[in-house]
């Protein structure tokens, strides 16, 4: 959310691009939100910047470029009802509350603070994580819960720019990491000085092994139990393996995922296995094995990247490619529901307590859902923040 692709997502790849647009400026994102084709005075702004191509297919530096200069074409009056509209739309799926990661890359301070100053009008709550390196002072000014969320350590799979120990099975290489274990360090140093939480966006095995590295070095400045308690986060956790997953577990580290990513990609024939093999994307998105030795999770859409769709979550957590990694509805739903709120150190929410302000929402049901197939989801019919009504139908 906050994230609005000029001319919607779509599955970019390389090509050569005309004026198009009929003379206006036209970005068209790949899913994964990065990499894009652009028309050629967006693709003049990156001309020299890693992953510049003059095709119009940008990745990496080029496509940050690119991307900042097709937001800033947005009017703000048409951004502000884009934001509203996205919380609109979570409300009427009985969200209460969303995550926004923002940061550069992502999107402008502007549109970050915009978006928080929506959050609880008679909309959903919005908790906000800046993504950028040193920038934890930064992050509270501009009203951040954390000093995280899409502060990139690798790209992603899609864009092939996910670092991975093994090269891609598509494409020579194995992606690109964009920070060191030493900058991921001195960040996580500087969110424990002004008491933030802090965290990374680290899809590949290779990015989320530096990221460890990084919490290594900080657990022999500050601690394990100094650095657990910080409760710090890193979004998607997609290539996982053993050793990793019990940093997770040593560190304290919240992994906030989409299960969404398996139903969409993973399996024997999807997207994941012509960029790693079937045998690597059947190990991706291990939900439950992370689940399995107590890796807090949080789920979540990732919107746009994925469609905003909590029942559906739910549902591809319980029917993951991989049998080893479901979990149950009751766990997937908690995931979905108190991990959300742990994530961000709100740990009394997520329940109806005697005496507390109540945050619930309603739904009808023709029948239990067992989540054995593809049948109708709940329907949302109210969304109740802090007993405030958002949404009702």
Known sequence: MGRDDVGGPAQAGPGRVGPGGGGRRAYLSQACIHSALCTPDLLAAARGMPGYDGSGWVRRDAHDAVRALALESIPAAQRTEAQRAALRTAAGLGIAAVHECGGPGTSSERDFTNLLALSGQGLPEVYGYWGELMAAAKAKELGAVGAGGDLYADGALGSQTAHLSESYQDVDGCGHGYVTAEQVRDHL??????????????????????????????????????????????????IMNKRLIAGFVEYGIVASVQPAFDRLWGGESQMYAQRLGVRRSLESNPLGAMHGVGVALAFGSDSPVTPLDPWGSVRAATHHFNPVQRMSVKAAFAAHTRGGWRAVHRDHEGVLAPGAPATFAVWSVDAFPTFDDDGPLPVCRRTVLRGQVLYET
């Open 189 to 238: 140093l500087d969110c424990a000085a002004y008491g933030v939480q802090g965290g990374f966006h680290a899809i590949g095995d290779a990015a989320i092994g530096t990221v460890l590295a990084g919490f290594a070095e900080v657990a022999g400045k500050l601690g394990v139990d100094r650095l657990r308690e910080a409760r710090h986060r890193v979004e998607h956790a997609e």
